[in-house]
T-cell receptor, first 112, second 114 residues
Framework: DAMVIQNPRYQVTQFGKPVTLSCSQT?????MYWYQQKSSQAPKLLFH???????NEADTPDNFQSRRPNTSFCFLDIRSPGLGDAAMYLC???????????FGDGTRLSIL | SQELEQSPQSLIVQEGKNLTINCTSS?????LYWYKQKYGEGLIFLMM?????EEKSHEKITAKLDEKKQQSSLHITASQPSHAGIYLC??????????????FGKGTLLTVNP
């Protein structure tokens, strides 16, 4: 049974057109993370929520925002996608910060 | 920041052979994780190590954290095609309050030939 679900698996958008990626979890975990992973690179943390507390990485572009309306859902909004934002976006959850993270299958974002 | 070096970057083995992947940190490791990733998919959690000298096994995969807690190894016994994928080590980095972050090594691409 999928525990961290990302939708859609594949997303195509146009240059500059806003896009939202979604993540839901059935684990009731406190922490939710968003990562960006480009080809042949390690996942790069964009931001995370500890419960309702939002934590942004210093080098995350302003173009990227996140919302967590409740424990189960977290969204990644890209306001004006550029060609360099094409990547796999991974959502993960954990009970607390220093515990194993459980990942979804990712959303592969393409920019036309 | 915590630097994690993985070696080798890629590895091709014949089915049935044993193999080892290493992960070396420039700083003491307080939580070390091993993940597996298949192309185009998410990361699958394999094991977590916290104590110096700790060793954990799951099926044919064994992970160890050395006594000084600066190096970990992942050993696969009698490899199978199902073991193929990218293996990533990750380390906890404390960032204040209740916040920890995972930093990852660049991964080791494992190919297992039948």
């Amino acid at each position: 049974d999928a525990m961290v679900i990302q939708n859609p698996r594949y997303q195509v958008t146009q240059f500059g057109k806003p896009v939202t990626l979604s993540c839901s979890q059935t684990l009731n975990h406190n922490v939710m993370y968003w990562y960006q992973q480009k080809s042949s690179q390690a996942p790069k943390l964009l931001f995370h929520y500890y419960d309702k507390d939002f934590n942004n990485e210093a080098d995350t572009p302003d173009n990227f925002q996140s919302r967590r309306p409740n424990t189960s859902f977290c969204f990644l909004d890209i306001r004006s996608p550029g060609l360099g934002d094409a990547a796999m976006y991974l959502c993960a959850t954990s009970v607390q910060g220093n515990q194993p993270q459980h990942f979804g299958d990712g959303t592969r974002l393409s920019i036309l | 920041s915590q630097e994690l070096e993985q070696s080798p970057q890629s590895l091709i083995v014949q089915e049935g052979k044993n193999l080892t992947i290493n992960c070396t940190s420039s700083k003491t490791l307080y939580g070390l994780y091993w993940y597996k990733q298949k192309y185009g998919e998410g990361l699958i959690f394999l094991m977590m190590l916290q104590k110096g000298g700790e060793e954990k096994s799951h099926e044919k995969i064994t992970a160890k954290l050395d006594e000084k807690k600066q190096q970990s190894s992942l050993h696969i016994t009698a490899s199978q095609p199902s073991h193929a994928g990218i293996y990533l080590c990750g380390a906890d980095r404390y960032s204040g309050g209740s916040n920890y972050k995972l930093t990852f090594g660049k991964g080791t691409l494992l190919t297992v030939n039948p």
